[in-house]
């Protein structure tokens, strides 16, 4: 269970880590936000699917 600084944390860092993806292109791989973050995708999918449709970022995951 997370604490609300740890998502606050988590968001940020997801957040930071799509910026950077998304240099020139709207398209992010889930497997690249996962090298970035270091955490496994079924922990931070949510948060990174709302942060993407924030930024107007598209999400490829073939992992479901």
């Given at each position: ?15 930071n ?15 690249h936000v996962?090298n970035e ?10 948060v ?17």
């Amino acid at each position: 269970m997370y604490t609300l600084f740890d998502f606050v944390f988590l968001e940020t860092k997801i957040e930071n880590a799509l910026t950077k993806l998304l240099i020139g292109n709207p398209i992010v791989h889930s497997d690249h936000v996962v090298n970035e973050i270091g955490k496994p995708w079924p922990e931070i999918k949510a948060v990174t699917y709302k942060i993407a449709k924030k930024l107007g970022l598209t999400i490829l995951n073939d992992k479901g």
